[in-house]
């Protein structure tokens, strides 16, 4: 529970310090006194924005502490415990906000960040605010409502969890398709030119083989009348053969070489020159031999040869570059054929957690058919308590699982009202009115929070439009939720101030120009006073005092703390 809050120049509040108790803890005070302000420093205590505008006039900082009691919240403790920051059964917030508006905030002496105290202040205390019969009207926060009766956080979270795995799959899987779709043209492409490349089989055709084939066979009668001509000219010319000059100039050094040995090299290179060109003639004649002229083949390397080339100018390649080319294309095909596997991953992904969604979507939709019939007794009993004695309130739940996976189920929520009987029930924006909506709308809340574990809750102003008998039903109703734990109320009606356990009058003063708020805890006697003004009137007479009196005597004594 909520143990103590020390608040230093917030606003209007230049110094505020304040111990609490269990029970009911009213907080009244004339409008416009800044009754607010003590839920406004709870707020930014517990991670709410801040700005300099928070910062009272002329200084440098607004700094706010409060302190809880944890040995009736296990969560906290639990929260605590698992991020290091546990100190026996106390918790110790501290909110620092400069004129600047830049803010420190620290959780038992330690820094801390807005996004953790946000999460541990979920486990500390519940704020219901004046508007809430306003948000009620929404099917959000109806279906929240009966979630938070029912602790269906946690089947609502997983359930959630698979949603937002699907909606992050289908927009996969969409753009996949997309792009399937605009790539269909290109793998008709693909295929059509891989068969025609596969077709003419030219993996097996060598350009630069094909080409050196066809240009000799092109050339070779050219080759073989020139080989012919060398043949003679080296050999077989009775008169001028290279080798019969040879033997002339062989048979002169040798004649004269015995009175020339210095030429004995000469001969020999002359000797060795006649028997290179014999062996180079001989050579000539067996390629002459060889060759035989083809015209068949020389037919087939020109087709292929031009086949190759009109394949190139179609797939703007370089001829030698065709068999390269087969294999990209094959390449790119083979990652079009992967995206679609990888689509039909997707899609097999896709049903499943739709699959796996239908089934926890039905399983919540029960747990909260359930729940509806129990929350719809007590709230029933409840607004017939608080002035509505006919009235019928129902939770009607339509299920349609027929949609696409949904954030918080297939479950369509709506609260529904009868005001008299023989009336069918309707949603409570067509037929309650402001003052019905603020019953309904506490009724609801009390039931839901009793359900929670958190030990401290606000109420700002929650019994607006509500008085008469009905606002002594509503501070019973709060008190005797304030049996088992901690509850602080904003209000303006004496019938409920009468009700609480403790009295918390909150006073605006000046001084010049500068206001200053203060909230000082009440004596019975001074409770008395303050309900009397409640009461109504300008001057306090002794009957409206033994009113107030009254009043106070008519506190349920077996709910007293």
Known sequence: ????????????????????????????????????????????????????????????????????????????????????????????????????GKSKAFINNRPSTLQSL?????????????????????????????????????????LNDVVRQWQAISQTLEHQKAVNRDADARIELLRYQIEELENEAIETLNYTEISEQQHRLTHLDSILNTAQSEIIRLHEDDQNAVTRNLDQSIQAFSAIIDFTPELQELLAMLTESRIQVEEAARTLRQFIDSQEPDPEQLVWLNDKLTLIHDLARKHQVKPEQLNQHLQTLREELASFETNEESLQSLQQQQTNLQQHYLQQAHQLSEQRK????????????????????????????????????????????????????????????????????????????????????????????????????????VGNLLRQLGSDRQILCVTHLPQVAAQAHQQLLVKKSTDGDSTQTSVIRLSEHERAAEIARMLGGVELTEQTFAHAKEMLNWKDTTSAV
């Open 1 to 100: 529970m909520l143990s103590s809050i020390i608040i230093f120049d917030l606003a209007v509040v230049q110094t505020l310090e304040l111990d609490f108790d269990k029970g009911l803890t009213a907080l009244t005070g004339e409008t416009g006194a800044g009754k607010s302000i003590m839920l406004t420093a709870l707020g930014l205590a517990l991670g709410n924005r801040a700005d300099s505008d928070f910062v009272r006039p002329n200084c440098k900082r607004a700094e706010i502490t409060i302190e809880f009691n944890l040995e009736d919240s296990p969560d906290a403790l639990a929260w605590l415990e698992e991020n290091d920051l546990d100190e026996d059964t106390t918790c110790l917030i501290r909110r620092v906000i400069s004129a600047d």
């Open 370 to 473: 359930k729940l509806a019939c129990d929350l719809s007794a007590i709230i029933t009993e409840s607004i017939q308590q608080l002035g509505m004695p006919q009235g019928q309130f129902e939770i009607d739940i339509q299920h349609n699982e027929s949609q696409a996976p949904q954030l918080y189920g297939a479950d369509q929520i709506q609260f529904l009202i009868a005001s008299n009987p023989g009336l069918p029930p309707k949603p409570i924006n067509k037929i309650a009115s402001g003052g019905e909506l603020s019953r309904i709308s506490l009724a609801i809340q009390v039931a839901v929070s009793q359900t929670r574990s958190v030990s401290t809750m606000i109420f700002d102003e929650v019994d607006s439009g509500i008085g008469g008998g009905t606002a002594q039903i």
């Open 118 to 158: 946000q999460s541990l202040s979920r486990n500390l205390l519940e704020i219901h605010g004046q508007h809430a019969h306003l948000t009620l009207l929404t099917n959000a926060e109806q279906r929240r409502l009966l979630d938070k009766f029912g602790t269906l956080t946690s089947q609502v979270d997983e």
